[in-house]
Each structure stands twice: as structure tokens, then as C-alpha cells.
């Protein structure tokens, strides 16, 4: 089967917490897990998927459900890493301004009561405690696996963590040894929570098997989250970790078995479950994990019938065409003047009825809609065109590796100049366009071949940062800072504001500065 599909027992087994308390984890039940496993071993492929849905889905019963305190339709854990990781960049911007997106898609005005931060950070702190309560159970019942479900469950609860110590730079430490704990936890360092995951990722994945069902994860999802950890250390913890990213990147590489798709576009198709380069995808299916985050949000968000025939993208229009993303000329000039690139990647805009310039980027024809994520099959003939997205997220591929190789390399962490323009390459040229040569290897040009590839899948921003290039005004975009040509923002920006919800739960959380 494609997809993992949410069980209907799972509902036995929720957990109600109040998702601003890191502390609150006690399940309520009509079977205890341990009671529900001793009567049923099979069940933990059901808990599992609950696990791995509470990144794509917004709650157990559809897309008007929600695990947490929050609105089904906005908060879903995808649905936030697009909002503060692409939105905030260089890349898309969102027109809608509904209570505080606008101030994500400017970044500006940023504060403590933006309710897009606190979705990211409940998510994280529903996510979190689930993985703790199985854990527990896990330590007193016999099933198949064990030790590899323990992993997995461990690469889960790090990936929300990353999310916290990428976009809050700080946080509560929660572990299955705190379950019951009735006090308030302290607050935690970036470097206390990244040097958590670091140890929980590298005990992981000598546990991880080379290979696992689709959508789970194996020794190589795991490997690329802590290659992702280390190739942000230097801004996390101030201590450069390069040269420990490229052992895990090499692993992947040389161990994974991975191949970049023959056609960019496969990537982003409704059957990419078909995909010899998706390392770890978020799915997504039009009938049985129905979202309105996920790939249904980048993708009816980016259509509008009014100006583009939104059935090629599998989009039915009207209603269901939401008219919200555009991209900027930050991503679509990357290319070059508009029809002058052999480059595959530089179509997938439309741009008919839209303009150039983004003089307001409220209004839905300034700036050009991303036609990259489609909801129509690449391998065979779509059906009728559905509400829903069928298309899985791919949250680590194969290109991401390669262009992270070659970062490495060009700053100095190891491997070669040569092999990594032979890696950068191969993601030019699927997409046909033109080759490079070592001497045009720079971490400018790296940054660009990244927007290149990877905007709209949630690491733009962490890029920027990473490079120098998200606060200050140093680099410019269309809206940074509210203003049309763009504007210096504070340093502060960094990092988002701690909700003031969470610093209300637990006093001993305090604000970042500058908030």
C-alpha cells in the first residue's frame, strides 16, 4: 500500500493535552497502551502512523480535526513550516494577511501574539509528549521490532525538536522521564536541545533498517536530519560542524541507494510514492489522510482560477483555488530574465495575466504563481481533479544531499571541489540546465542553486540564516521589512518570538530577546 493509513482505534489512545503546557502529558483512554498492545502486538503500526501523521495531518477525523487547541484548517505541522520557512524569505509571499500572516510575509512587526508561531510550537509540544507516553510503554510490553520502533519514535519527537531549535532557538526539555512530572520543567538551551537530539539521532540510527515501509523512516532519514543539525551547528551553537555533516551526507550518498528522478517534475506529482530520490516524504492522500495543510496547502494555495487553468495542476478551481502564493522575482529571477533559461525549473511559474513586479503583494496578480507542486499524476493519467492533495511531501531528497555535499566542500569541511560540481551537476542537468565548473563554486552560488531547487520545501529561511543573508540588509528582497524593494531587519529576527501563551504555562520559559 502507498500510503500509512490512520487506524481507527488510534482514537483510543489520543492524548488530551493542553498543547502550551510541556508538561501535561498524562493519556486519557479506554485501553491503556500497554493493555492495547498486550491484546493486539499489530497495533503499534497503527500508533506509529498516528505518530508520523501528526506532521501531515491536523487531527484523527479529517480535516476539520485537530489534535491540538488550534484551528484545524491553519495549524497543521506542514502548513507551519511553509508559513515560517518559505513565507518569511526571499522566495513566496503569501497575500491573504488574515491575523498575522501578513507579518510573516513581510517580516516585520513580528511579537509573542502571532498565532502562526504558537501552531509551530503547539505542534511540536503535541508531537513531543506522544512520543514520550509510547516510549514509556515501550519499555514494559514485547513486540516485534522493538528496537527499531523505538527508534523510530526517537527520530520523530527529534525532527519536532529541530523545528523548536531551528524557530525558537529554545524550549522545555521533555522526555519519556518526565511523564507524570507535575512541575514546571525549565527552560532548555538551544545547545542543551541540539546536543539532545545530536545523541538521540546517533543512537537511532544504529537501529534503523537500510530500508523501511514508504513514509517511514530508515537509517537515512535519520542520517539527514542530524547532517540538517550539523550543517546549522554553527548557528545553534556557535561551533562549526561541517566536517560531521559530510560523514552523514557521504553515508547517504554512497550507502542509500538513492537516484535522482529523470524529470524535476516527477518529484512534485501526485504518484511521487514512485520516487527513487525521496528520502523521507510527509504523505498526503486525497481520500484517506484528507488536510488542509500538507500538499494541498501549497498547492490550492498557489492556484486561482480566475487567471490560470487550474485543472493541469489537478486543482478543480473555483472555491477550491485559494489564490494566496506568489512567487517574487528573489526566486523567479534566479533564473535569469524570464525565457532565457534552458533551465526546466524556470517554467514552472505562471505567468500569464500576472506581473513582474511585486508592487503589493496583497493582490493576487503581482508576482507569479509556483506551478512546481501539482496535484496530477507524472507516470499515468490523472483522474478528475480532487480538493485534496494526493502529492507527498518530500521533506529530504536526494538533490537537497548533493547541494549539502557541496557546501562542505566549498567550505573547506572535506570532500572535493570537483566531486561536488560533478553532484551539482546532476541537479542542473536533469533540469537541462547548464553545467559548471569548479571555479564557479561559491557559497553564493550554492545558496542560489539551493533556492534554485528547494524553495517551497521548507528550508529557505534556515538557508538564509545560514549563510548570513536573512537579517540585516545585506540582501534584499521584494517586502523584506515591509517594504517593496525590501529593508534591513533586526538580528533579533533569527529566531521567532516564544508564544506568550507558552511563557504563561510555564514561568520558567522566558522571551527571546528583542521581542
Known amino acids: 500500500m502507498k500510503k500509512i493509513k490512520l487506524f481507527s482505534f488510534i482514537a483510543l489512545i489520543s492524548v488530551s493535552i493542553s498543547c502550551t503546557d510541556d508538561l501535561n502529558t498524562e493519556p486519557v483512554v479506554e485501553l491503556s497502551l500497554e493493555q492495547l498492545l498486550a491484546q493486539d502486538p499489530n497495533a503499534i503500526n497503527g500508533i506509529m502512523s498516528k505518530l508520523y501523521g501528526s506532521f501531515a495531518l491536523s487531527g484523527p477525523n479529517g480535516p476539520g480535526s485537530s489534535d491540538i487547541s ?25 497575500r ?31 508531537t513531543v509528549p506522544q512520543c514520550n507516553n509510547l516510549l514509556v510503554v515501550l519499555n514494559s510490553v514485547s513486540i516485534e ?26 524550549g522545555v526539555l521533555v522526555t519519556e522521564a518526565q511523564n507524570g512530572v507535575s512541575t514546571p520543567l525549565p527552560e532548555s538551551t538551544r545547545t542543551e536541545l541540539f546536543n539532545f537530539v545530536e545523541s538521540e539521532l546517533v543512537q537511532a540510527i544504529e537501529n ?11 537509517k537515512y532519514a535519520a542520517s539527514m536530519l542530524l547532517a540538517k543539525l550539523y550543517m546549522n551547528a554553527e548557528v545553534y551553537t556557535g561551533t562549526p560542524r561541517y566536517t560531521d555533516a559530510l560523514t552523514y551526507i557521504n553515508k547517504i550518498i554512497n550507502e542509500g ?32 489522510s484528507q488536510s488542509f495543510g500538507n500538499t494541498t496547502y501549497i498547492i490550492n494555495g498557489s492556484m486561482n482560477s480566475a487567471t490560470m487553468t487550474t485543472t493541469l495542476f489537478g486543482n478543480p478551481g473555483g472555491n477550491d483555488a485559494w489564490a494566496g502564493h506568489r512567487a517574487t522575482k528573489a526566486w523567479y529571477g534566479l533564473f535569469g530574465p524570464l525565457g532565457s533559461s534552458t533551465d526546466d525549473r524556470a ?12 508592487t503589493d503583494y496583497k493582490e493576487w496578480t503581482n508576482g507569479y504563481p509556483s506551478t512546481k507542486f501539482r496535484n496530477t499524476n507524472f507516470h499515468s493519467t490523472s483522474g478528475t481533479p480532487t480538493v485534496f492533495s494526493s502529492t507527498d511531501f518530500p521533506l529530504y531528497r536526494l538533490s537537497d544531499v548533493y547541494l549539502m555535499y557541496a557546501e ?3 567550505r573547506g569541511a572535506g570532500g572535493t571541489l570537483s566531486q561536488a560540481a560533478t553532484y551539482v551537476n546532476l541537479v542542473r542537468n536533469r533540469s537541462n540546465a547548464t553545467s559548471i565548473t569548479e571555479s564557479d563554486l561559491t557559497l553564493d552560488f550554492i545558496l542560489d542553486e539551493r533556492g534554485r531547487e528547494l524553495n517551497l520545501e521548507g528550508h529557505r529561511r534556515s538557508d538564509l540564516i545560514r549563510f548570513g543573508k536573512f537579517t540585516g540588509g545585506s540582501y534584499l528582497w521584494p517586502w523584506k521589512g515591509n517594504a517593496q524593494t525590501g529593508t534591513s531587519i533586526p538580528s533579533t529576527y533569527n529566531v521567532f518570538p516564544i508564544p506568550l501563551t507558552a511563557l504563561q504555562a510555564n514561568p520558567n520559559l522566558t522571551q527571546n530577546p528583542g521581542y
Not at 527529534?158 to 525558537?168: T, V
Not at 534503523?208 to 530508515?218: D, E, F, I, K, M
Not at 538513492?258 to 504523505?283: G, K, R
Not at 517554467?347 to 511585486?358: C, I, K, P, Q, R
Request: with cysteine; aromatic share 18%; charged share 25%.
Open 347 to 358: 517554467d514552472l511559474f505562471w505567468t500569464s495575466g500576472h506581473t513582474y513586479e511585486m
Open 257 to 288: 541507494g538513492y537516484v535522482l528522478d529523470d524529470d524535476f517534475v516527477e518529484v512534485f506529482s501526485a504518484d511521487n510514492y514512485m520516487s527513487s530520490e525521496i528520502i523521507f516524504p510527509l504523505i498526503a492522500d486525497a481520500i484517506v
Open 70 to 94: 488550534d484551528d484545524p484548517g491553519e495549524s497543521p505541522f506542514l502548513r507551519g513550516i511553509v508559513n515560517l520557512q518559505d513565507f518569511t524569505a526571499d522566495g513566496m509571499k503569501n
Open 408 to 410: 562542505c566542500a566549498i
Open 208 to 218: 534503523l533498517p537500510q530500508t523501511n515501509s514508504y513514509g517511514r523512516a530508515n
Open 96 to 126: 491573504w494577511g488574515d491575523d498575522g500572516l501578513d507579518q510573516l510575509t513581510t517580516a516585520s512587526n513580528w511579537d509573542e501574539n502571532n498565532k502562526f508561531f504558537r501552531y509551530l510550537y503547539n505542534r511540536v509540544y503535541y
Open 145 to 170: 521490532n522493538k528496537d527499531q520502533v523505538i527508534a523510530e519514535v526517537k527520530f520523530l519527537r527529534s525532527l519536532a525538536y529541530y523545528y523548536m531549535i531551528d524557530c525558537f532557538g529554545k
